[in-house]
């Protein structure tokens, strides 16, 4: 009796010293994803190479536009393409061989050396939601997200384990002014967060300001000879460059900085509705805009990317999740390697209004596709909610939380001697179990993921605590990161210089939400 009451009150003590040590803070990120799993790959090479010969017609022979960009189209026709008017033809392998300056892989550096990123390779970079106009929390409901709500989003992002990259615009702060809110959205990563980010791409003056603000993060020097940014620039499918998104990434290439060229395919819309021809689309247009960056800047870092949805025939809605979207990531893939480049798609894509069932689907599907795909920067990793007009707090925690789910999948199979566990086999035997068995005890903290979040409690403590659900778990942990938020640390003189370029920015012109 005395024995088993000690053994008890052991047991008890151990949990109160396991449940302190979960809640204490902390601010653990893991490194960027390693994989150790082969790669899904759907195309046979008879595939593959039909794809490619196709996607070289497209270029030849239909040509893709540069509208409102004479320099543009000066340099395609120093490089020999056809120029009519504002369309490009571009020879059969002219594309493709500009592409080959392109490096294969590259660092990112953030602030904090540790938490720098290596895209390309088998690496796997996970960076939050971005762009949504919309926010959404189970008190507040859905609402236009303000500055404030961008702050919350990256001090969110920064306290996550699982996530290596702040993002950029994780959402659309609508209450400060379209010409000036680049300025505070950069101010925001680089001083609540030291993780990697992004830069504005909304106009190319903003881009010089995302670059002259890391100048004064970084220093001068360190920027002209490294990456501090990975930017997005969207493709305007079908075959279409604006002179927008072309001016800011002519910008980050002169720059050195990286950025993702990312046709944006809502088949059925903006692309065929079959999985090859979409392919040949994808491969057409980023093979023109990954050569047009190599000409602003031969060497220029740069990712393949392919934003891949399908739609709805009845309504016109985006759907997510779907077979024919992995088709076309697997896909995009395996063209993305035979060209010796970084690859960027996939993400927590949803349609659902809620963070609910179909979320949940429709998240796990295009998480685990990407993964199996071989992406190696994963932009919209967590946050993702309606179709990409809203990023919600409570989804954003949730999905940040599976995405410890990826790192453990691609670490794959050990088998060590460790592993092989011989010895736990001969210690139990037949008609045993293994609890108590010394290689248990030796391995049980890590030998399987767990979830930060989710509900494992036997249904009378679950009930006792009062039956809350998935997203009533995720508010509480809403509340409690942002409560226990800590500013990393900066250099006083540093984070001054910032301020005052950011006040010199915005003084310079008038507000303007156009």
């Given at each position: 009796m005395a024995e088993a009451a000690a053994r008890r009150r052991g047991r008890g003590g151990g949990g109160a010293a396991r449940r302190a040590e979960r809640s204490a803070v902390s601010f653990e990120t893991a490194r960027f994803i390693e994989r150790n799993i082969p790669n899904f790959e759907v195309l046979t090479e008879e595939?593959?190479?039909?794809?490619?010969?196709?996607?070289?017609?497209?270029?030849?022979?239909?040509?893709?536009?540069?509208?409102?960009?004479?320099?543009?189209?000066?340099r395609w026709r120093d490089a020999g393409a056809d120029v009519d008017g504002e369309r490009v033809r571009i020879p059969r392998g002219l594309a493709r061989q500009l592409c080959k300056t392109a490096p294969a892989s590259y660092t990112q550096h953030a602030r904090n050396p540790e938490r720098s990123v290596v895209v390309g390779g088998k690496n796997l970079v996970l960076a939050p939601v971005y762009g949504p106009p919309f926010v959404h929390d189970a008190e507040g409901g859905r609402r236009y997200a303000t500055m404030e709500d961008f702050r919350n989003f990256v001090k969110l992002g920064y306290m996550s384990k699982w996530l290596h990259h702040s993002g950029g615009t994780v959402c659309e702060p609508t209450d400060v002014a379209v010409n000036k809110r680049?300025?505070?959205?950069?101010?925001?990563?680089?001083?609540?967060?030291?993780?990697?980010?992004?830069?504005?791409?909304?106009?190319?003056?903003?881009?010089?300001?995302?670059?002259?603000?890391?100048?004064?993060?970084?220093?001068?020097?360190?920027?002209?000879?490294?990456?501090?940014?990975?930017?997005?620039?969207?493709?305007?499918?079908?075959?279409?460059?604006?002179?927008?998104?072309?001016?800011?990434?002519?910008?980050?290439?002169?720059?050195?900085?990286?950025?993702?060229?990312?046709?944006?395919?809502?088949?059925?819309?903006?692309?065929?509705?079959?999985?090859?021809?979409?392919?040949?689309?994808?491969?057409?247009?980023?093979?023109?805009?990954?050569?047009?960056s190599q000409l602003c800047k031969a060497g220029a870092p740069v990712i393949m990317g392919a934003f891949v949805t399908s739609?709805?025939?009845?309504?016109?809605?985006?759907?997510?999740?779907?077979?024919?979207?992995?088709?076309?990531?697997?896909?995009?893939?395996?063209?993305?390697?035979?060209?010796?480049?970084?690859?960027?798609?996939?993400?927590?894509?949803?349609?659902?209004?809620?963070?609910?069932?179909?979320?949940?689907?429709?998240t796990s599907n295009s998480l685990n596709?990407?993964?199996?795909?071989?992406?190696?920067?994963?932009?919209?990793?967590?946050?993702?909610?309606?179709?990409?007009?809203?990023?919600?707090?409570?989804?954003?925690?949730?999905?940040?939380d599976?995405?410890?789910?990826?790192?453990?999948?691609?670490?794959?199979?050990?088998?060590?001697?460790?592993?092989?566990?011989?010895?736990?086999?001969?210690?139990?035997?037949?008609?045993?179990?293994?609890?108590?068995?010394?290689?248990?005890?030796?391995?049980?903290?890590?030998?399987?993921?767990?979830?930060?979040?989710?509900?494992?409690?036997?249904?009378?403590?679950?009930?006792?605590?009062?039956a809350r659900d998935t997203m009533q778990l995720a508010s509480l942990r809403v509340k409690k990161m942002l409560g226990d938020y800590q500013q990393p640390a900066m250099d006083p003189a540093t984070r001054e210089a910032l301020d005052a370029y950011v006040a010199m920015k915005k003084e310079a012109e008038p507000d303007s939400f156009m």
């Open positions: 595939a593959l190479e039909i794809i490619e010969h196709n996607a070289e017609t497209v270029l030849e022979e239909i040509g893709v536009n540069f509208p409102d960009n004479p320099p543009a189209l000066q680049h300025l505070d959205m950069l101010h925001a990563h680089m001083t609540l967060s030291d993780k990697p980010f992004m830069g504005s791409v909304t106009e190319p003056s903003r881009a010089r300001d995302s670059v002259e603000m890391c100048e004064v993060l970084f220093g001068k020097d360190f920027v002209a000879e490294n990456t501090v940014m990975t930017s997005l620039i969207n493709i305007n499918s079908p075959m279409t460059f604006d002179d927008v998104m072309m001016g800011a990434l002519e910008v980050y290439a002169q720059a050195g900085q990286a950025c993702i060229v990312s046709p944006f395919i809502v088949g059925g819309a903006m692309a065929p509705v079959s999985v090859a021809g979409t392919l040949t689309q994808v491969l057409a247009e980023v093979l023109a805009g990954i050569a047009y739609i709805d025939m009845n309504s016109g809605a985006p759907t997510f999740g779907t077979p024919e979207a992995a088709h076309i990531t697997y896909g995009a893939g395996q063209l993305a390697r035979r060209l010796g480049l970084p690859f960027r798609s996939a993400g927590s894509f949803c349609g659902s209004k809620l963070p609910d069932a179909q979320a949940a689907y429709e596709m990407g993964l199996l795909s071989g992406v190696n920067f994963m932009l919209h990793s967590c946050g993702w909610m309606e179709g990409g007009l809203v990023s919600s707090y409570e989804k954003f925690v949730m999905d940040a599976q995405l410890g789910t990826l790192h453990h999948l691609a670490a794959g199979v050990s088998v060590d001697d460790n592993a092989q566990a011989m010895d736990a086999i001969r210690e139990v035997g037949p008609g045993g179990h293994y609890l108590g068995c010394a290689h248990t005890q030796a391995n049980f903290k890590s030998a399987f993921w767990k979830s930060d979040l989710l509900d494992y409690k036997p249904f009378e403590t679950w009930e006792d605590e009062g």
